[in-house]
């Protein structure tokens, strides 16, 4: 399987607008979370201080810091085209899986 990328914003290229309100007549597209191995153990410690946190702003820095730690992997409902948000917000990059030669 070939990949091709490209760097963009939040836009798919074919136009589709990635948002968490879908327009109406819209397909709604897939979303998952992404953490990298090297940090999968402060996010989870993160996340279980979320879940354990005595007040609310104990609970907010723990989910300011959990989501610093996580990026997304969003699905274009209408070309198939992949996005990549890198946790932290540090790069955006398109991936389309090419037909097979
Ligand atoms: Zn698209």
Do not use: H, W
Not at 2 to 23: E, P
Not at 45 to 53: C, H, N, P, R
Not at 81 to 93: C, E, I, N, V
């Amino acid at each position: 399987m070939k990949i091709k990328v490209n760097k963009t914003g939040r836009r798919c290229k074919c136009g589709y607008l990635y948002s968490g309100k879908v327009a109406v007549g819209c397909r709604k597209f897939a979303s998952y979370a992404v953490v990298s191995d090297r940090s999968y153990q402060r996010f989870l410690k993160a996340e279980f201080d979320v879940l354990q946190a005595a007040n609310v702003g104990v609970k907010l820095r723990a989910i300011a810091r959990a989501s610093k730690l996580i990026g997304s992997l969003l699905e274009c409902p209408d070309c198939g085209r992949f996005l990549l948000a890198m946790p932290g917000g540090s790069s955006k990059t398109f991936y389309l899986i090419e037909d097979a030669a």
